[in-house]
T-cell receptor
Framework: GESVGLHLPTLSVQEGDNSIINCAYSNSASDYFIWYKQESGKGPQFIIDIRSNMDKRQGQRVTVLLNKTVKHLSLQIAATQPGDSAVYFCAEKQGAQKLVFGQGTRLTINP | DVKVTQSSRYLVKRTGEKVFLECVQDMDHENMFWYRQDPGLGLRLIYFSYDVKMKEKGDIPEGYSVSREKKERFSLILESASTNQTSMYLC??????????FGPGTRLTVL
């Protein structure tokens, strides 16, 4: 079946560096993608989304890039801070309302 | 801001007990979802509802049922809890937009 997956389960970066979290998806017909952040003991929190008619979307310190040719999605976090430590999930819209989630990448920040 | 609340943060039950997990959202969202989250398996959809008294099975409905008698409330029921249902349970809601808003989660342990 269709699935959304991540290249790496963990990522460790120095405070102040940029972080890049990757995600591969398999359904070439997908038209909407979301990134979520989940801190320890909390539910996932929306970060940014992108529709398939866009290649790039920017938010506050975050950028999502979509490469439809290779079915790849990435989340870039600029100037990573300790508060960015969390598990990050990509999700792909399936049907009218459902989302299919990737496994998640744990981002840790080194001081 | 959308607020999704879940009745308990932590719950301990015994095998064979009937368990009710309650979820309430305050933004008049049509769609509500129940997921379970397990290490290495990400978020898996149990059931969802797109209207009062309407429900659809997700990817792993076995051993669960749901109830949606009012628009703001979506209940997950474990008819006879088993140890393999020990997990983090997450509720979410969404409007016609695909972005889902999550509650804080209920960590259920079945002994």
């Amino acid at each position: 079946g269709e699935s959304v997956g991540l290249h790496l389960p963990t990522l460790s970066v120095q405070e102040g560096d940029n972080s890049i979290i990757n995600c591969a998806y398999s359904n070439s017909a997908s038209d909407y993608f979301i990134w979520y952040k989940q801190e320890s003991g909390k539910g996932p929190q929306f970060i940014i989304d992108i529709r398939s008619n866009m290649d790039k979307r920017q938010g506050q310190r975050v950028t999502v890039l979509l490469n439809k040719t290779v079915k790849h999605l990435s989340l870039q976090i600029a100037a990573t801070q300790p508060g960015d430590s969390a598990v990050y999930f990509c999700a792909e819209k399936q049907g009218a309302q459902k989302l299919v989630f990737g496994q998640g990448t744990r981002l840790t920040i080194n001081p | 801001d959308v607020k999704v609340t879940q009745s308990s943060r932590y719950l301990v039950k015994r095998t064979g007990e009937k368990v009710f997990l309650e979820c309430v959202q305050d933004m008049d969202h049509e769609n509500m979802f129940w997921y379970r989250q397990d290490p290495g398996l990400g978020l898996r959809l149990i059931y969802f509802s797109y209207d009062v008294k309407m429900k659809e099975k997700g990817d792993i409905p076995e051993g669960y049922s749901v109830s949606r008698e009012k628009k703001e409330r979506f209940s997950l029921i474990l008819e006879s809890a088993s140890t393999n249902q020990t997990s983090m349970y997450l509720c979410a809601s969404s409007s016609p937009r695909p972005e889902q808003f999550f509650g804080p989660g209920t960590r259920l342990t079945v002994l």
